[in-house]
């Protein structure tokens, strides 16, 4: 069992920056892939950013690639992510998510779940 907590969210100006964080317990964090998700006030639940297990390895969509950064420091049991260029269609709940499997872009992917932060982007 793994559990997650994300913290790191806010409210920030359009073009500014937060860094998330994903604390992990529950079981050796380097044993399994991470992602970011997020999901806006009426909208389905989308992909953000996917990190392998050892952090050689990353993905993103177009809509956050070259703004955003997944990290993760398996010594601190931790995963990250960096936003950069913050804009307001960013604004949604930040989920991390874990999987035994290899890291992936669909929500089925993952078992384990945080609680979500709120990232607020105004304009």
């Known amino acids: 069992q793994v559990q997650l907590v994300e913290s790191g969210g806010g409210l920030v100006q359009a073009g500014g920056s937060l860094r998330l964080s994903c604390a992990a317990s529950g079981r050796t964090f380097s044993t399994y892939s991470m992602g970011w998700f997020r999901q806006a006030p009426g909208k389905e639940r989308e992909f953000v950013a996917a990190i392998n297990r050892s952090g050689t390895s990353t993905y993103y969509p177009s809509s956050v690639r070259g703004r955003f950064t997944i990290s993760r420091d398996n010594a601190k049991n931790t995963g990250y992510l960096q936003m950069n260029r913050l804009k307001p269609e960013d604004t949604a709940v930040y989920y991390c998510?874990?999987?035994?499997?290899?890291?992936?872009?669909?929500?089925?992917?993952?078992?384990?779940w945080g609680q979500g932060t709120q990232v607020t982007v105004s304009s």
């Open positions: 998510a874990a999987t035994d499997g290899t890291m992936g872009v669909r929500i089925a992917e993952y078992v384990y």
